[in-house]
């Protein structure tokens, strides 16, 4: 079944790019040769916003979205497990046709305690295995003696060879960290997960893992185009309404929400837009029947700042990772 899902899936890509002249590819093939789409939904929530995940991808579901792009941090995984359970009841998608990205507990210290956590994951997503399982990030948040990145990265690679997650990668990594890897280990990432948006382009690094065989998935794609509360900077451009977006959303009759959007997928990223409002789920995914043209895709490189939305790399990201492991441990245990 799962090979022939795929095949359908190549003939879909290879029959869009051969009728028309737009860049439609809306799967991309990983290092490993396994295919992810070329968009992701993404489900992080405040505490508030918690209830009404299970619906949002539900209906993200019903409108076309095929990749979810969750974390144990994130405190949903059993909202998507339910959200799955149900759509895949009504005949809405099977397996094969999901994409399912989850994450690393950040509080495993060793390579023995990554399969028991996958299998946690699991566990809460009501599934065998996922499409693909990414490291959160490469600090020791806790402190943990004798924490290595390299270690971790074996249990990550245990969890490939056991059919538990059919990809493995990163998020929040730099060259140095994925360089190490790459010497040291015998399974490359598939993937990186980093911040990438206007004011925070990432044009070295997303240059480097794609020079590397590692595709981009790019967190917070708005940038500061949406309100961020938890952040005291204001007034970076650019806006929804910035003259030079609503000039581009014009030409292709398109909104600027999906102008930068697809400027990320230009660049052969897989924004993570995320939402809970069903008009903008929809826009967020509807990107493939235009394309931008490079003189457009370095005019918004052009906003570029280089300013994280939630936090630098480092003690700030340390701070941040803590502050929010506080919080899932104070759900209740319906969303842990």
């Known amino acids: 079944m799962r090979i022939i899902i795929v095949i359908s899936i190549l003939l879909e890509v290879v029959v869009l790019t051969v009728s028309t002249n737009v860049s439609v590819d809306k799967y991309k093939i990983l290092n490993d040769g396994n295919l992810i789409p070329a968009v992701a939904l993404g489900t992080w929530a405040d505490v508030s916003g918690l209830p009404k995940v299970k619906q949002s991808v539900i ?50 210290p060793s390579r023995k305690k990554v399969v028991p956590a996958l299998k946690e994951n699991l566990k809460r997503l009501g599934l065998d295995n996922v499409n693909l399982f990414l490291i959160h990030g490469p600090e020791n948040v806790f402190n943990y003696s004798n924490y290595d990145i390299l270690d971790i990265w074996k249990g990550m690679e245990d969890c490939k060879r056991l059919g538990l997650a059919r990809s493995i990668g990163v998020s929040n990594f730099n060259s140095s ?19 990438v948006n206007p004011t925070r382009t990432n044009l ?7 020079s590397e065989g590692i595709v981009v998935m790019g967190y917070a794609p708005f940038g500061f185009l949406v309100p961020r509360p938890n952040s005291n900077i204001t007034g970076i451009p650019p806006t929804f309404e910035d003259p030079i977006l609503v000039k581009m959303a014009r030409k292709y009759g398109k909104e600027t929400s999906q102008i930068n959007l697809r400027y990320q997928v230009n660049r052969n990223i897989i924004p993570i837009p ?35 939305v939630y936090a630098a790399p480092g003690d700030e990201t340390i701070a941040v990772f803590r502050a929010a492991y506080e919080t899932l441990l104070s759900l209740p245990d319906k969303y842990r």
């Not at 969750?70 to 099977?94: C, D, M, P, Q």
């Not at 960290?177 to 911040?195: C, D, F, G, T």
């Not at 070295?204 to 794609?210: F, G, K, M, S």
Request: contains cysteine; hydrophobic residues 40%; charged residues 25%.
């Open 274 to 308: 995320r939402s809970q409002n069903m008009t903008h789920i929809s826009l967020n995914l509807n990107l493939f029947d235009f394309d931008l043209t490079q003189k457009e895709v370095y005019t918004i490189n052009e906003f570029n700042r280089n300013l994280p």
């Open 177 to 195: 960290h994925i360089n190490r890897i790459l010497r040291y280990s015998k399974i490359r990432p598939a993937v990186n997960e980093i911040e």
């Open 59 to 108: 209906y993200a579901i019903e409108v076309g979205f095929r990749h979810l792009d969750t974390a144990h941090l994130y405190g949903n995984e059993r909202l998507i497990g339910e959200a799955l359970s149900t759509v895949f009841k009504r005949g809405i998608v099977t397996r094969e046709e999901m994409f399912i990205t989850t994450k690393l507990d950040i509080a495993v």
């Open 204 to 210: 070295d690094l997303v240059a480097y893992c794609q």
